[in-house]
């Protein structure tokens, strides 16, 4: 059976890979700064307010919706919990309430393809798109493509080989990124 990797990975893999070592072979967790927390919050009123609303911003006319739902596959050996899923009559869409714009980037855009490539076997649905939901107004839509879904297995893969080796991976980082790493007192070279 494969080792389940957290979905959340995927993000923290496209960041920088060390991060996902630095989170898979050590105790440190960093202190989140305070917009972290207001994120935390964002999500508990969304999911409270999307008890009520309608679902015609996605062009459905009826769904089920489900929040924080926890999402896996045993097939492709992931894990992770979707802030929202919405299910049609033939089709299922993750949803992410997304505060930090900065989300939207690659590694949030796979994390979101990772939660449907799950929800598409968890429901037995075709799953080809998603969304990202800012605030009452914004709403982006993402298509899955088969390059991104096969991006995200090769991630997978990927992150499965540096855990198997338990060797610190190479980082590219810039240093804007690095500037912007809870990490960045465990990396000696930057
Ligand atoms: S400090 Fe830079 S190299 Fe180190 S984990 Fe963070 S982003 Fe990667």
Redesign the pocket.
Known sequence: MLYSIPSNYIRQWC?????V??MEFTSFRPEYPIWVKQGYLYHENEARLWNRRNLSRFGLETGKIRLNYSLSSKKYGIHGVSDMIIESNNKVFPVEFKLDKSLKKKGGILQLVSYGIMAGEIFSKECSEGFFLEGKKSLYKICFSDDNKKEVLRILKDIRIMINNGVKPD?S??IN????????N??N??
């Open positions: 960041y920088c890979p060390r991060i070592y630095y980082s980082a810039s990124k690095c500037t912007n790493c809870e990490y960045i465990h990396c070279d930057r």
